[in-house]
Nanobody, 116 residues
Framework: QVQLVESGGGLVQPGGSLRLSCAAS????????MSWYRQAPGKERELVAT????????NYADSVKGRFTVSRDNAKNTVYLQMNSLKPDDTAVYYC?????????WGQGTQVTVSS
């Protein structure tokens, strides 16, 4: 079955960096675009970044452009989110996401807290 397992979250000071990872299994990873979403307390889940199946194209939410970078390693079935210049507003649970044949799959999420 499809599994997405995020890691790399934690507590970081404003201006700091974190790198999230999402290990995927149960499907042909190199065939699907992968995305990162986040959900802050009291807010709706929002799309942060998407990378195409080959890694050749990436899209970002305006709020993270220039600070976050999404990438993938198809040999390792892993997608990454490098987050730099973190702000308190980036505090949220971050989720890995893939859509396969009209079905949405989510990881369990990893907490990112940006605070001094």
């Amino acid at each position: 079955q499809v599994q997405l397992v995020e890691s790399g979250g934690g507590l970081v000071q404003p201006g700091g960096s974190l790198r999230l990872s999402c290990a995927a299994s149960g499907f042909t990873f190199s065939s699907y675009a992968m995305s990162w979403y986040r959900q802050a307390p009291g807010k709706e889940r929002e799309l942060v970044a998407t990378v195409t199946n080959t890694g050749g194209s990436r899209n970002y939410a305006d709020s993270v452009k220039g600070r976050f970078t999404v990438s993938r390693d198809n040999a390792k079935n892993t997608v990454y989110l490098q987050m730099n210049s973190l702000k308190p507003d980036d505090t949220a649970v971050y989720y890995c996401y893939v859509r396969i044949w009209l079905t949405n799959y989510w990881g369990q999420g990893t907490q990112v807290t940006v605070s001094s």
